[in-house]
């Protein structure tokens, strides 16, 4: 099957990467002239790593990656731990940085066979019931069976597979009022000790609530660095969704009030990157009416990152559509497109309006917190539940541990013909 993937950012690779090494014809369409990593730390959550261990990438993350045994809740003003949630000894919960994992994913993507092209701009794409093209701003045209658009929250594919649908402007990212100071500084700028401070002391998911404020942390210890994001809600100059003009000065004195080694690093820090929380709305579809042009990652379903599911759920929509492609080869690609939209589209929607909800959260606006306060919460004796209430153990394991070709494999099931798809 040809492939063409419009994007090599975490999805277009990862989808680069799962699609060359089943077999099939690959080519990533990238506008920019090199790989383009910005942003903050990436985590893989133990729904992903599972998919990531049936492609057989672990060892290879496992180079990258800190592994989290749990996600850490913490008081932002005082440092206290408020809950702690211990994930699944199986399947990893990994944290690395965007760039380790980006470099890693172009370089299996391209030893799987996949061709990566950079300055490649798109000028168009079209779709019929046998055949997807790409059009180039050069004016080449490429001809797929299937086209992956993972050209980020800002996709400009988008307009195209809904244009039958609403407004243009209906399908935009939606901006919250929440603005992300992004910081990274190795760790021994901070301390001569990692294990003396509370961001260093292990290499956890950690969330400090505050009031109208909170932050993010990950400790990585394979690179001795420490990211930071710092939320702050309200109104700003800023005109786009990211950019690297970050005040400094407002954030330390927005923090100033908050734990010892916070105030630290934010008064070593030298520059910051900010960029505003936004999703994608809820989507009539992730497909073109003829099926063969296919909306992929935050192009379809991008979300607040409070969960840090985002990258995950992209793994997960991956790993069913290339499970989907190797269990029905009798079926067409819309039909093999449509099973895909009824398997993952309510799983993304449901972590994106979680997401949201620990926007509001982390930020003091909720009651309840996620566990048990002040006690380690096992998982092993929890029944996982999707519509459990969000601050429950049963959502988060169904949350973090959802088995996505698991279900796949359960949906294929229940229709044993490619007709009764």
Not at 260 to 267: E, F, G, I, T, Y
Not at 311 to 318: G, K, N, R
Not at 376 to 401: I, T
Request: proline share 4%.
């Amino acid at each position: 099957m040809k492939v063409i993937i419009i994007g090599a950012g975490l999805g277009g690779l990862t989808a680069a990467f799962a699609f060359a090494k089943a077999g099939h014809d690959v080519q990533v369409l990238e506008r920019s002239p090199k790989l383009n990593p910005t942003g903050g730390g990436i985590s893989v959550r133990p729904s992903a790593s599972k998919v990531i261990q049936g492609w057989g990438l672990q060892k290879a993350l496992e180079q990258i990656c800190d592994r989290s045994p749990s996600v850490t809740y913490r008081e932002l003003k005082t440092g206290e731990v408020r809950t702690t949630v211990v994930d699944s000894f199986e399947h990893a919960d990994w944290g690395t940085t965007r760039r380790a994992m980006v470099k890693l994913l172009h370089h299996v993507a391209t030893e799987a066979g996949a061709q990566i092209r950079f300055s490649a701009n798109v000028a168009r794409v079209s779709d019929d019931a046998a055949k997807a093209t790409v059009t180039l701003e050069s004016g080449q045209e490429i001809v797929a069976d299937i086209i992956l658009a993972a050209d980020g929250i800002k996709s400009h594919t988008r307009r195209t597979v809904l244009s039958d649908v609403g407004s243009p402007e209906q399908w935009d990212p939606i901006v919250d009022n929440t603005t992300f100071y992004s910081f990274d500084m190795a760790v021994s700028e901070l301390t001569d000790d990692p294990t003396s401070m509370k961001l260093t002391e292990n290499s956890n998911i950690t969330t400090w609530k505050g009031d109208g404020g909170f932050a993010v942390t990950r400790y990585s210890s394979r690179f001795g660095r420490v990211g930071l994001l710092f939320a702050i809600q309200g109104e700003t100059d800023q005109k786009s969704l990211w950019d690297e003009k970050g005040d400094i000065e407002y954030v330390r004195r927005f923090f100033s009030g908050v734990c010892s080694d916070m105030v630290k690093a934010l008064s070593i820090a030298k520059t910051c990157d900010r960029w505003r929380i936004a999703e994608v709305p809820n989507l009539p579809r992730w497909s073109s009416q003829a099926g063969r042009i296919v909306l992929l990652g935050d192009a379809a379903h991008a979300m607040h990152p409070n969960a840090a599911q985002g990258y995950s759920t992209i793994i997960e929509d991956i790993g069913v559509l290339q499970f989907l492609f190797s269990s029905l080869p009798g079926s067409t690609v819309p039909e093999i497109v449509s099973v895909w939209q009824a398997i993952c589209k309510p799983r993304a929607e449901r972590v994106k309006e979680f997401s949201r909800w620990n926007t509001k959260h982390l930020s003091g606006k909720t009651e309840h917190a996620i566990g048990v306060s002040h006690a380690d919460s096992l998982l092993d004796s929890v029944v996982p539940d999707r519509n459990a209430d969000f601050s429950s153990l049963e959502f988060w394991k169904w949350n973090v541990e959802y088995d996505a070709v698991g279900e796949a494999k359960r949906y294929l099931e229940k229709k044993t013909t490619p007709s009764k798809l």
